[in-house]
């Protein structure tokens, strides 16, 4: 199949759906930073583009190179999971004022239900709080349709545009019918670069000019396909949003009289459209996935005694969590589908680090420092990476899991506050990501910690992507950064030199002072990856 | 005509290589197609469990109802009773035999089979010996596709059809190894 056939269907994943949708916009590039679950979204365009398809060091980089293309007058995705926009979060809001060239799309992957993610925000309110629009697909036709959309948005407002994906659309696989591919966008430098210029002066005016655009952006919401009315006769209402729209769809049948039903796909919300819906309600559903949004809008915080809210703040739709089909039946009121009844103290099965993992080995000699040499009270802080599951199970090795890059600033706090010894566990690509900032503070105060750095030279829990660095340079920025070249070492992650490394961890641990020890050896997963590749090619 | 079927499983198992077959078999016949994928963190050794749903109309959730799956299909005993919720009393579990026993406190295998036979419903499929006798066991699998399939809506011809095009990358040989493990899979829930 060519991709630049139109007017077929391909089964597609969401993300590659969204994906295509970007491609068939005519982007010239695609920046992002792994994460789940919004990775497959860069991989699929790493298979199509892989020239105009960039893994960057993280997300706020990869937001920073699309504006960029952006300024001299071609179109860029970036694509990134929820957390990855607190990351990108600096040019993310000021991006909304300068006023684009060529179109920006953010692919932005929410985790509900914290599948793989360690909270569950709602990336909406960040599209509210930019002042830009964001769409939520509810299926992998709108997420195809809807990026293209979105870049058409995007440059006709001059502001860059959401799309938010949630776990189940992004991970959810289902035919995608394509259309016509637009061709990419001539180089052309914006004519009217100082609008770029945010110094205090011009920013007030273009703030100014962003608050004006709303309107705009609210003419659109009431206008667009993607926000619609099916039915208001009905004094009860329904509104979804986004793919809430699915578990409601699967019970509606069920109902004894259809409620009214609106639906929204495109924010900033039609105010005028809800306001006309909701003017005889008496009961209003609220199915929104993630947070309760909309629901504590429509809300407020003035009494509204003759209407009977059901929602997330309500309680009948639980508070947190991803919606199922289940959770809106109970919320509507139906009753349970039988069902056998499920088997009561089956064992737990939690994931757990892969047989041959380095990061085991390394764990191993860490936890033999504490329990053979220093019996005394330590504090290891960990890092986001398959490296996390260290906390659990029989290694229990490392203590906090925060946010990208956290564990070097967490051991250099407790340092400061007079702890030792304290040590940060981080993977090469995190620590490339956000570890060097934090690096970079406790090279200035001398902080006595000790730094181990778990190289498996690729990004492991995502599947497997190629460092930006390869792994032999690692010592080098270390020490560029200013650590004392005696006090970076490097291991071998294997079990073989457990003993060996523990004895060297147990001389960082002393040094009074910033030490770093790079625990060497590539991922299991991808060493077995590239020997069946090469047996492949061998046949 | 609508289907759902649930696959259950440890990460790394290939779980979604069972619901490929499935849905590409589906396709094959026209039919509307949705399927739940699972990536990241329980990809590492946790327990997993991925959705199709089949239906000769268009389809909304991804997830199945509590009570609606028609069929389970796990490649690991135990992960197989996890999901007891989504069946019902006329839905088929169809099990491999062999246990996937990474944890500490994997319940004794004959206890587990002997609660597996005590559904309404269940198939115990000795997967990895079938597998090997087709010529490999990487093809356990679609062995249990194969047992499976008396009870999906979906003809053999179809199956046969998904299995060429699925393994067709790899060579005929892999596919007709394919196609052995499908029909030994067939012949064990006779």
Redo the contacts between chains.
Sequence with gaps: MSLEQTNISV?L?GNEAAALGAHHAGISGAYGYPG??S??AMEYLHEVTPHQTHWCTNEKTALEAALGMSLVGRRALVVMKHVGLNVAADPFMSSALVGLHAGVVLLIADDPGM??SQNEQDSRFYAEMAKIPCFEPANNQEAYDMTRSAFEFSEAHGVPVMVRLVT?VA?????VKTQVAESEKPLQKSKNPESWVLMPTIARKRWHLLLERQADLEKFAHQTKWNWVSDKASEVKVITTGSA???Y???CDDLETAPSHLHLGFYPWPERMLRDFLKDACTVYVFEEGQPFLEKSLRGILPQDNIRWIGRLSGEVPREGEL???SV?RALGLN????????PD??????????GCPHTDSYRSLNKVFNDFLDAPHLVTGDVG?YT?GALGSLKAIETCLCMGASIGLAKGASDAGFSPAVAVIGDGTFLHTGIPPLLDAIATNANITILILDNQVTG???GQPQLLPSSRLKEIVIGCGVDPQHVRSLQAHRKFEEQNAQIMKEEIAHPGVSVLIAVRECIETAKRKKRTEAQENL | MKFDILFSG???QGVLSLAAVI?EAA?DEGL????????????????VVATLRVSDRP??????????ASLLISVDP??S?????????E?LLVTSVAPFN??P???DIDQLLA?IRA??HSLLVEADLLAREAGSTRAANVVLVGAAAHKIPLREKSFHHAIAKLFGRKGQGVVEMNLRAFSLGQRAAK
Excluded: F, W
Aim: with cysteine; hydrophobic share 30%.
């Design positions: 089964s994943l789940t679950p990775t497959e599948h793989s189940r991970h959810t696989r289902e035919l729209i699915n578990s769809l699967e019970n199922t089909p289940d039946r349970e589908n039988e069902s056998l009844s499920p088997l089956l064992a737990a099965r939690p994931p757990q680090l892969c047989p398959c599951l829990m995502t599947g | 440890v990460g790394g849905a396709l509307y197609v949705k399927q739940s994928e699972v990536h990241g963190m329980s990809q590492r050794g946790g327990a389809i909304a959730s991804a997830l199945i109802p509590k009570g609606r135990l992960e009773l996890r999901y007891l919720q989504y069946l019902n009393s839905s990474n944890i406190d994997y319940p609660q559904l309404p």
